[in-house]
């Protein structure tokens, strides 16, 4: 949105006793000018005098009739630095709504500014075009903000779900008992899936999605599309052929992780139009001076219905009409500067194909899973949502950690008074008292149990926040919903941390 500055006429001064055949003179030579400013004895403006009244008092015969008597006195003066928008609000609120105004730079005149020119600069196409583009965005980031929201809160009552089918699994149940245990789970899977799918689809239309680029051995990654699929499509009654066309020990850097993303939903959009035959799986890795060329491919036998699909895709290029699997492996691939495009087979279904070029890599090192540095670590859950708790409770479990909980910050410094626990994992927001407020209740209290290391689990981790928590005496941040890995290596730190600060009998150091 333009300043009124560049809608200003840099129009001359006139002195109060400025004959008006003289300004009349000025008028004619500047006819796009409808008003003039006036200006007093001292230099400041006094008034201001229009086209119309100096018409009339230089054809009245009256020449030399000063324009101090014919001028608009006390005439609205606005600063140069406000927008058309602003402009106009306070030109429509004036009593007079006049048709043109004084515009100031502090104590000096720059000259005169009128509403039709404020309103054709606010109904320009430009402007309008601006406006509409700065709606759009605004849209778009609260649609992004509202449906983070809503899949964070998802995830926190399918993360529940999957504790409790856990627990279930463990009790002694009949077959058809246990048959649906194994249901759910399976559609609780299902459910978290297609969360972070949809949420990925977003983020890759946005220009959004995160990679994570590291060495990756490309036969392990398709050994591992194997192994995810292979299950699902025997029960479908559908073969999977699985092939690796390149060196068996060449790694590449990558995102491990996107590109199975793509074969999952290569695959998974080929077994839903495959109700017999076979699905083939290939990746053909080629270099050439450093550089990895990929091509993928997943062939399905599907019926018409397949190769509709694969017409469909081919004509849309934006991929708004296409079903979720195909439009999120495009967008994923478009942010790892890879393609995809689809072939109808000679026989029956579909063909989708992908290039992608990456860096050659060195083998990495095999990952060590880590465990629990404690063994036996007892740990303080402290959450108002009973969903919350129980799924904290339930990864403390699958840490080999024994745990109790609390609902609140009050609840929390009491529990932790007793001195029982090695570990506190504290949620921010909380009635009666919130986490930041029990963490410092905590470290001000006398005894070892003030040196307790407290993990904060919240979904507000921008810098700002997670500085506040750090202050506070927490030891580190895990996001909601919580992502086991990472809640994992929030203990071992902490844990580390507080045999470090027992050792030297000093404070828990943040970190």
């Known amino acids: 949105m333009p300043f009124i500055e560049s809608l200003t006429d840099r129009t001359p001064l006139f002195a109060a006793d400025t004959g008006a055949g003289v300004v009349a003179e000025c008028f004619a030579q500047r006819p796009d000018a409808c008003a003039f400013p006036v200006i007093g004895a001292d230099g400041t403006v006094t008034g201001l005098v229009e086209r119309a009244a100096v018409a009339r008092a230089a054809g009245d015969g009256q020449p030399t009739r000063r324009v101090g008597s014919l001028m608009r006195r ?51 196409p430009e402007t309008k075009a601006a406006r509409a583009a700065a709606f759009d965005e605004a849209v778009a980031a609260e ?10 809160e998802c995830r926190i009552q399918i993360r529940g779900l999957m504790a409790m089918t856990d627990r279930l699994d463990r009790q002694p149940l009949g077959p058809d008992a246990m048959a649906q245990v194994c249901s759910i789970r399976a559609t609780g899977e299902a459910l978290m899936r297609l969360a972070g799918d949809t949420n990925d689809l977003m983020r890759s239309r946005q220009g959004r999605l995160d990679l994570n680029v590291k060495p990756q051995p490309l036969r392990a990654l398709i050994d591992k599309v194997q192994s995810r699929w292979v299950a699902r499509a025997e029960d479908n009654g559908v073969g999977l052929l699985i092939s690796y066309d390149g060196d068996p020990d060449l790694s590449a850097l990558i995102d491990a992780d996107r590109l199975t993303q793509v074969f999952d939903s290569l695959v998974d959009n080929a077994l839903r139009y495959t109700r017999r035959g076979s ?29 509709k699909l694969a017409q469909a895709f081919e004509a849309d290029t934006t991929g708004e009409g296409l079903s979720l699997p195909l439009s999120l492996a495009r967008g994923v691939l ?7 495009r689809a072939e109808i087979n000679a026989g029956q279904g579909a063909t989708m194909l992908f290039q992608l070029t990456v860096e050659a890599a060195e083998e990495p090192a095999q990952e060590v899973e880590e465990r629990p540095t404690s063994g036996a670590a007892h740990v303080l859950v402290v959450d108002d949502n009973a969903t919350n708790r129980m799924v904290a409770e339930a990864l403390c479990e699958m840490f080999e950690c024994t745990s109790e909980t609390a609902e609140d910050g009050l609840e929390a410094v009491e529990a932790a008074r007793s001195g029982r626990f090695d570990l506190i994992l504290m949620d921010i927001k909380m009635p009666r008292m919130d986490g930041i407020a029990a963490a410092r209740a905590i470290r ?4 070892p149990e003030a040196m307790t290391p407290i993990v904060a689990l919240t979904a507000n981790v921008d810098p700002e926040d997670a500085r506040s928590y750090l202050a506070a005496g927490m030891c580190c941040v895990v996001e909601k919903p919580i992502k086991p890995d990472r809640l994992l290596q929030a203990i071992n730190v902490a844990l580390a941390e507080a045999r470090v600060g027992a050792d030297e009998g000093g404070h828990i150091a943040a970190a």
Request: glycine residues 8%; proline residues 3%; contains cysteine.
């Open 279 to 307: 699905i083939e799986v290939g990746l053909r890795a080629r270099v050439d001076e450093g550089r990895v060329r990929l091509e993928g491919r997943v062939r399905d036998t599907g019926a018409e219905l397949a190769a």
């Open 444 to 447: 001000s209290l006398e005894g």
């Open 74 to 124: 006390a005439p609205l003066m606005l600063d140069r630095n406000l927008t058309v928008h602003e402009a106009i609000d306070l030109v429509l609120a004036h009593t007079e709504r006049p048709e043109a105004f004084i515009v100031m730079d502090g104590e000096a005149c720059l000259g005169v500014c009128t509403l039709p020119a404020l309103l054709h600069a606010l109904l320009a």
């Open 334 to 340: 478009a942010s790892m500067n890879g393609s995809l």
């Open 143 to 152: 649609v992004q903000r509202l449906y983070g929201a809503l899949e964070a």
